[in-house]
């Protein structure tokens, strides 16, 4: 049975002696896993359709779970992020998210969306950081462990000092919090809860340090840590 369905390539590996194996997210079918055959050999006229951030009209052919590059329409590149290091590892923190973090095969037009959007923004040159804190907030929300930083996730208290307590699974308050737990800043909370209210869009108009930027970006990273496993293009682009 042959697919069509609008898809990003967020990730290739080399398969065999000339393939590859691209994970697509899919607006249709979600995280899905794509054999394509041939495009390591030399003139391969569907390479581009394994390169990273490639947004494309794929058509695959299914056998089950399996799928398989038959053609593809480019409908965006992106390859420009490659071009700004700092726009890239925001893109490869957003696709790590989805790659290591979504179950195979189920779909979500949010993250499809949003996806889009991201990576249109970080092309247009809006602030990495920024959009990378956009879209964390927001995946974590789609997974089911939203951070609220607008009050406290034990006893809902509001106004209060702010800690990161992995242990407890969220953002708590001074007397609800464990031994090992966070403070997180006052103007931390303040830019996440600012990020979170705004479409993606929106954005651009934020004049935020970058030092603010990266320490809620700590915080967020911290979270994730510990709820599925360390983002490491996040630890890169923390570095830059």
């Known amino acids: 049975m042959d697919v069509t369905t609008k898809a990003v390539a967020l990730k290739a590996t080399d398969y065999k002696e000339n393939d590859k194996l691209v994970c697509l997210y899919s607006l249709e079918q979600g995280k899905i896993s794509v054999h394509a055959k041939g495009v390591r050999k030399g ?7 394994c390169d990273q951030f490639c947004f494309g009209q794929y058509e695959l052919a299914q056998n089950g779970t399996r799928f398989t590059l038959k053609t593809c329409e480019q409908l965006h590149s992106f390859y420009e992020l490659r071009e700004d290091v700092f726009a890239y590892f925001a893109a490869c923190v957003i696709a790590e998210c989805i790659v290591n973090y979504t179950e195979e095969g189920e779909a979500d037009a949010g993250v499809f969306v949003t996806l889009l959007k991201a990576l249109e923004q970080l092309l247009g040159g809006v602030n990495a950081l920024l959009i990378t804190l956009k879209f964390i907030l927001e995946f974590l929300k789609w997974e089911g462990f939203s951070l609220d930083f607008s009050k406290c996730s034990v006893c809902g208290a509001s106004n209060v000092p702010l800690f990161l307590d992995s242990q407890r699974g969220g953002v708590v308050c001074d007397g609800c919090r464990s031994a090992d737990s966070v403070r997180v800043d006052s103007a931390v909370v303040s830019l996440c809860k600012m990020v979170e209210s705004l479409p993606m869009e929106k954005i651009k108009n934020l004049n935020v340090a970058d030092s603010l930027s990266k320490q809620a ?14 983002l490491k ?8």
């Open 43 to 49: 003139g391969a006229k569907l390479k581009f359709a």
């Open 217 to 230: 970006l700590q915080v967020c990273g911290r979270y994730i840590a510990h709820s599925f496993s360390p």
């Open 233 to 240: 293009s996040l630890s890169e682009l923390l570095k830059l």
